[in-house]
């Protein structure tokens, strides 16, 4: 069964940072682009960022270049998203995404 | 980017009937590996989304053979021949040809 599971979500104030992470079972995750999609309350699904195989090719949606960065540890068959900079319009669901699944996601507020 | 407009943006529809979704992309999904890079995505109420449709027409492990897509290029549709009450949710389509972007959601209600 392929699970993935996020972590690392909660309350972070204006300008705070956050690091999510992902636990990948289940399918060969070293073998597979991995992705973080976000969806803000009431909204649609929005694409975040995702990274190769071997962590050598990351790209990212032009509003969130600079403030956030994806990384990976195909050793521990785990996603990370380190964020920075947090918004308020930063917060939303974040979903792991890869072989073809989704996780269950982690929500990230910003708030004062 | 490449923008993805779905219609309409909701649907009733009773049980057994068939629906259809329409999917356009800004520009065409057509890669240049000879794949159309056209995916389909349901959320059901509460839970996480979840790959129905790949490459346009392909359906993903345990999906029912109730679903199907078609289209080519620009043009996209998700036909449910009789629908059921699982099948409530939000359909998205979404183009990973540049990137990923996703249409604004199509909700399917009994």
């Known amino acids: 069964e392929v699970l993935l599971v996020e972590s690392g979500g909660g309350l972070v104030q204006p300008g705070g940072s956050l690091r999510l992470s992902c636990a990948a079972s289940g399918f060969t995750f070293s073998r597979n682009w991995m992705n973080w999609v976000r969806q803000a309350p009431g909204k649609g699904p929005e694409w975040v960022a995702n990274?190769?195989?071997?962590?050598?090719?990351?790209y990212y949606v032009d509003s969130m270049k600079g403030r956030f960065a994806i990384s990976r540890d195909n050793g521990k068959n785990s996603l990370y998203l380190q964020m920075s900079s947090l918004r308020a319009e930063d917060t939303a669901v974040y979903y792991c995404v890869g072989g073809n699944y989704w996780g269950q996601g982690t929500l990230v507020t910003v708030s004062s | 980017d490449i923008v993805m407009t779905q219609t309409p943006l909701s649907l009733s529809v009773p049980p057994g009937q068939p629906a259809s979704i329409s999917c356009k992309s800004s520009q065409s999904l057509l890669h240049s590996d000879g794949k159309t890079r056209l995916f389909w995505v349901l959320q059901r109420p509460g839970q996480s989304p979840q790959f129905l449709i790949y490459e346009v027409s392909n359906r993903f492990s345990g999906v029912p053979d109730r679903f199907s897509g078609s289209g080519s290029g620009t043009h996209f549709t998700l036909k449910i021949s009789r629908v059921e009450a699982e099948d409530v949710g939000v359909y998205y389509c979404m183009q990973n040809r540049q990137l990923w972007t996703f249409g604004q959601g199509t909700k399917v209600e009994i």
């Open positions: 990274i190769n195989q071997d962590g050598s090719e990351k």
